[in-house]
């Protein structure tokens, strides 16, 4: 089993910065790909961005250039750097853990067998 908690959420501003962290416990040596979700009030859980364990990274196309995504493979902790912030960034966001995510599944939920708790992010107008 692989346990992941999210922290680094909160409120803040349009136009500001807000840095989240999934730290990995457990049996973290088969962990491929990790991810971040998000879900608005209202919504389906929609993909935000992940990376595998070689460093490839995958962004859904309304953040790129905005948010950034790092791993740090020895501390089992991947942290998701969301710059530029807009209301229409405000949702619930999951960290999330594949053991075996292919390139054309890895944006979608089904190849991610762990997921967070969920941290808030409210981004105010």
């Known amino acids: 089993q692989v346990q992941l908690v999210e922290s680094g959420g909160g409120l803040v501003q349009a136009g500001g910065s807000l840095r989240l962290s999934c730290a990995a416990s457990g049996r973290t040596a088969g962990i491929y790909v990790m991810g971040w979700f998000r879900q608005a009030p209202g919504k389906e859980r929609e993909f935000v961005v992940a990376?595998?364990?070689?460093?490839?990274?995958y962004y859904q196309d309304s953040v790129k250039g905005r948010f950034i995504i790092s791993r740090d493979n020895a501390k089992n902790t991947v942290y998701l750097q969301m710059n530029s912030l807009t209301p229409e960034d405000t949702a619930v966001y999951y960290c999330?853990?594949?053991?075996?995510?292919?390139?054309?599944?890895?944006?979608?939920?089904?190849?991610?067998?762990?997921w967070g708790q969920g941290t808030q992010v409210t981004v105010s107008s």
């Open positions: 999330a853990a594949s053991l075996w995510a292919g390139s054309k599944v890895v944006t979608t939920t089904i190849p991610y067998d762990y």
């Open positions: 990376i595998t364990g070689v460093g490839s990274t």
